[in-house]
Structures are given as C-alpha cells and as structure tokens.
C-alpha cells in the first residue's frame, strides 16, 4: 500500500511548513506509516493512498475525521485495478506524474521507499525540472515513528532547488551578486528564505565565483552536479 501525501504552503514561520511538497509513500515497505495518517492529514493539505494489498487495519476513532477529510477532498483512497507485481509501483510513478502536472514548478516531491527501482520516478520528476529525492529506511534499525516524522519533514535542500533552477534557465542567469541576491528571492517566493546564505551556499560548493568586476562565473559541472 501507497500514501501520497502533498501539501501546500501555510502562513507560518517554519520555512519547511511553506514549501509546497510532495510526499509518496511505500506503505508495503513500511506499513507502520498508516499510524502517521491522522498526524498527516493535519500537518498536509492533501493525501492520497493509492494501495495493491490491504491489510492493514486502523483505530475506529479515526472513522469519523477519515470520512470528514473524504468528505472534503483532502483525503482520496484508490485501490489499483489489477493486484500483481509491482502495482503499487506503477501508482506511485502514475500519480506523482498526475500530481506534478498540477503542481507549482517549485513543488518537492518526496518518495519513502526503500525500493531503488523507484530511482527512476525520482530521475523522472527531475528531467521535468522538478526538485525530488527518495529517502529509504534501514529496516534492521526499525525507527520509530518520531524518527520517520523527523525524515520526512527535513529541511528543504535549498541549494538542490536552485541549482534545478539555474539548471533549467541557463540563458537568463543573473550577472552579478545583487540581482542574483533577487533572483533568489524571487525563486522561492512566498517562502522567506535568506537569499545570503544560500549565496554563500552556492559559493562555498564551487557552483558560482564572483571575480573581480563583481560578476558572477557559474560552473557548469558543478549546477548539473547539486541538480541531481
């Protein structure tokens, strides 16, 4: 069973809470993620569970508030059509493709999975442009679910997203530090993100260098390098 879970921004202060994210999950490889839902229907705008085999059962109190989020669109279940190898898979790649057509450009999108074949969605989501990663769990360490929470809310990878952008706009990148300073600004508008560290970010990696006329070099290698 699958969890795709997305979420739009908020107006809080967190700067993770404002990122406009997506978030799959491979509920056959981690079935103790059904506990996290009522956790993640508050915390996500959107969750849809996309699943092969169903065995997992939930508490009756939450019968009540799953129907509301059903109700209300936030939440969709959707058994896959046919039972065999691998359906689930093909949900999550047929979704995350669905979902990314009606995404914003800065949309993140992450898998949590410990199966490598999903690589290729991730590979996928990125040839369009789109920020995303598969974050895997060890088994053998069994985590608990305040640790699962604590992955799946990460800090956002500035510095992958804007190598992306840069990336994707190769012809019309910022020529010196101040309009790049805005240019990364106006990136990741509305989320508040200090544009001077993620400068020094840019910096520190080799992805940029300001020569002495205060124009910006970009390395090539190293934008296609952090992109990933």
């Not at 800090?155 to 992958?160: A, E, G, R, S």
Request: aromatic share 8%.
């Amino acid at each position: 069973m699958l969890i795709l879970i997305g979420f739009m921004a908020t107006k809080k202060t967190e700067k993770f809470d404002q990122i406009n994210k997506v978030l799959l999950i491979d509920l056959e490889n981690h079935p103790n993620q059904i506990h996290q839902l009522i956790e993640n229907l508050q915390q996500y705008t959107q969750v849809l569970i996309c699943y092969a085999h169903s065995g997992v059962k939930v508490p009756i109190d939450w019968l009540v508030p799953i129907a509301t989020h059903i109700n209300n669109s936030k939440l969709r279940i959707i058994k896959m059509p046919n039972v065999g190898k691998n359906a689930a898979d093909f949900g999550i790649a047929f979704w995350s493709g669905v979902l990314m057509a009606g995404q914003t450009k800065e949309t993140h999108f992450d898998i949590l999975s410990n199966d490598k074949d999903l690589d290729h969605v991730i590979d996928l989501l990125k040839d369009q442009g789109r920020s995303a990663s598969r974050i895997g769990i060890n088994k053998e360490n069994n985590p608990t679910s305040s640790e699962i929470k604590e992955i799946i809310t990460q800090k956002p990878n500035y510095l992958q997203e804007y190598c992306v952008h840069l990336f994707n706009h190769a012809k019309s990148r910022p020529a010196k530090k101040d309009t790049l300073l805005n240019n990364i600004k106006s990136k990741f508008n509305p989320i508040p993100v200090q544009p001077e560290q993620i400068f020094n970010d840019l910096c520190k990696n080799g992805v940029i260098v300001v020569n002495e006329a205060n124009k910006i070099i970009y390395n090539a290698n190293n934008i296609e390098k952090f992109a990933k």
